[in-house]
């Protein structure tokens, strides 16, 4: 029978949820690297017993974890992330040039094909790429020297590169989103890159159709539809259907489009989920309810999951890299929350189960379907 | 034989006890403590000092001998009773965070 793997890296530690397939009871295991800040951990998709974690804290920087045996033993790769040649400056929050500086990795993206290729996005935005394991990273620093690098100004949360994805019918494509840059994509395997931010308006920066500037939260697609990709951004959620050549809205019905998390359904490319968020100056969810809103039309219309939720006294958010889903037959979705509690449905998101409730702050949610 | 004693993270991290043993060539400094260090524990590497500019990290301290020797030059000679291997250097986590 199949078998799911959570990881869920939280403000103190990683922690694995294991379940069968049918995802009613649940191990927790962890935490592993106890009183670490785990920005995130994921499985590789060529080796599920492949696993990269980000680790850090404020005393000792960033440590690479790597598990070769699906999280029981770990050993530590290199954790040198140089930027290519002489760094120059990005744009600081009081419009000073601000030299570029490495502080952590927001997100590994494990290759789709090659256990040892992992690309890694780091804070001050840059992305870097390990072809051996994570013995050593290079940057790919076509991205960082991007004709609007020194522009680019961090969000409350840093300069940070948060989202990497893999195209996985042409392996020269992939999308990149930095806040508070915005969107980018390449077409030759990372050397050079384009913006992707024509649609989007934020009424936050000066100019609101900038081609940078814009706090992109998040964005996903389904690998079997690569150009139509969907983003949570600081506020609006939006879609495009042509790998970001052009957005349109899809907030809709929406209570807020605010927010943090957004991914799509394993089976499904119309339908999305996104967590609501009140506002940028209440980071919790609406009205003391936790819901998540669900769309089976690609955006627009949007249906409120509430059952197994807490629907009152509830003042949690859920960040960016905070959802995941499985690819089991009836699609799971999970999701963590800033007040220690993971989420789970295995009936895609109709009903909710706890499956930790009194974890630290989660950070990340990353799903791995096992046979 | 230098004595070192590691803050609990990175005793963790290195699968080591308290203090570790190193056997470090004159002068003793600071740098040469901690290149010895790196060099028998990898895993260390960045942990104390920056990996590139081999700066102290923010939050951490060097102590010996009931001195703060953070703010010392890091080749600067360190005091002969750590040389001698009688007192150790402390590698102290400042305190930060929650």
């Keep these: 029978m199949a078998r799911v793997r959570v990881l869920v890296g ?28 785990i920005y995130h951990a994921k499985g590789s998709p060529a080796d599920p017993n492949r696993i990269y974690v980000s680790q850090s804290t404020g005393w000792h920087g960033q440590v690479v974890q790597r598990s070769n045996d699906g999280g029981k033993t770990w050993e530590t790769v290199d954790n040198k992330f140089a930027y290519d040649g002489v760094p120059e ?11 570029w ?14 256990p040892d290729t992992v690309y890694a996005g780091v804070e001050d935005a840059a992305l870097f790429k390990t072809t051996d394991g994570g013995k050593s990273w290079a940057e790919l620093s076509g991205l960082r020297t991007h004709r609007t690098g020194s522009q680019w100004t961090p969000g409350a ?8 994805i ?3 019918q042409n392996p020269k494509r992939l999308f990149t989103a930095i806040s508070a840059a915005g969107a980018f994509r390449s077409d030759d395997g990372g050397k050079t890159w384009k913006t992707i931010t024509k649609g989007l308006n934020s009424k936050y920066i000066p100019d609101p159709t900038a081609e940078i500037g814009h706090c992109v939260h998040r964005i996903a697609l389904h690998p079997s539809k690569p150009d139509t990709v969907f983003m949570q951004k600081h506020w609006d959620v939006m879609r495009t259907d042509n790998a970001g050549d052009q957005w349109h809205e899809v907030s809709g019905n929406l209570p ?43 955006g627009n219309e949007w249906q409120a999951l509430t059952k197994g939720l807490p629907q009152k ?31 789970g449905s295995a009936d895609a998101g109709n009903t909710w189960k706890a499956l930790a409730m009194n974890l630290p702050s989660v950070l990340s949610v990353e799903v791995q379907t096992l046979k | 034989m230098i004595r070192v004693e590691l803050p609990p993270h990175l005793r963790t991290l290195a699968k080591v006890g308290a203090e570790v043993q190193l056997e470090v060539a004159a002068p003793v400094t600071v740098n040469s403590v901690l290149d010895a260090l790196e060099a028998g524990y990898p895993m260390l590497r960045g942990t104390i000092r920056d990996r590139g500019t081999l700066k ?9 001998c009931q001195r703060d020797l953070s703010l010392e030059p890091a080749d600067a000679p360190l005091p002969e009773a750590v040389a001698k291997g009688t007192e150790p250097l402390l590698v102290v986590g400042a305190i930060a965070g929650g």
């Design chain 2, 56 to 64: 102290r990290r923010d939050f951490m301290r060097f102590f010996a």
């Design chain 1, 157 to 164: 949360g840093g300069l940070c590169l948060h989202t990497i």
């Design chain 1, 89 to 99: 400056t990005h744009q600081w929050y009081d419009g000073t040039p601000h030299p």
């Design chain 1, 101 to 114: 500086e490495f502080k952590r990795v927001w997100h590994f993206e494990p290759s789709l094909r090659d």
């Design chain 1, 313 to 343: 006294d509830c003042y949690v958010d859920v960040l960016r890299d905070a959802m995941a889903v499985d690819k089991l037959d009836k699609c799971g979705v999970y999701f963590g929350t800033t007040g220690g509690q993971v989420y």
């Design chain 1, 166 to 168: 893999e195209d996985q």
């Design chain 1, 10 to 37: 939280t403000r103190k530690g990683l922690f694995i949820l294991t379940a069968d397939g049918k995802r009613q009871n649940w191990k927790i295991h962890g935490p592993h690297f106890a009183g670490w800040e």
């Design chain 1, 256 to 298: 807020t489009d605010f927010g943090f998390c957004i991914d799509v359904h394993a089976h499904d490319p119309e339908t999305v989920y996104v967590v609501p968020i009140t506002s940028d100056q209440q980071h919790f969810v609406m009205d003391g309810k936790l819901r998540v809103y669900r769309s089976k039309t690609g």
